[in-house]
Nanobody
């Protein structure tokens, strides 16, 4: 059974920092591309940051220079360090694991963790 469990969300003031973590089980973590998505209130889910199985990263323009994604293959975890947080970063953040295999995409989601940036 595949499980992605996010942690680290919460309430933070503008300019503050949070570190999200996602623990994966039931998958061969090393072979999966991992990502963080977010869904602000009333809006669609959007990609925040992603890291491939090989360690390449990409970021949404809105978070470049503020957020950093990393992975620990020994612990089957992926992290999102979020600095200089803004109110518009408020959203539910979801962990995603994805792998293309035999012409189809395996795609798994966590349950989400709330991040609220407010004074």
């Amino acid at each position: 059974q595949v499980q992605l469990v996010e942690s680290g969300g919460g309430l933070v003031q503008p300019g503050g920092s949070l570190r999200l973590s996602c623990a994966a089980s039931g998958i061969s973590f090393n072979f999966y591309d991992m990502g963080w998505y977010r869904q602000p209130p009333g809006k669609q889910r959007e990609l925040v940051a992603a890291i491939t199985s090989g360690g390449s990263t990409n970021y949404a323009d809105s978070v470049k220079g503020r957020f950093t994604i990393s992975r620990d293959n020994a612990r089957n975890t992926v992290q999102l360090q979020m600095n200089s947080l803004k109110p518009e970063d408020t959203a539910v953040y979801y962990c995603n694991a994805r792998k293309l295999t035999y012409g189809r995409t395996l795609n798994y989601w966590g349950q989400g963790t709330q991040v609220t940036v407010s004074s």
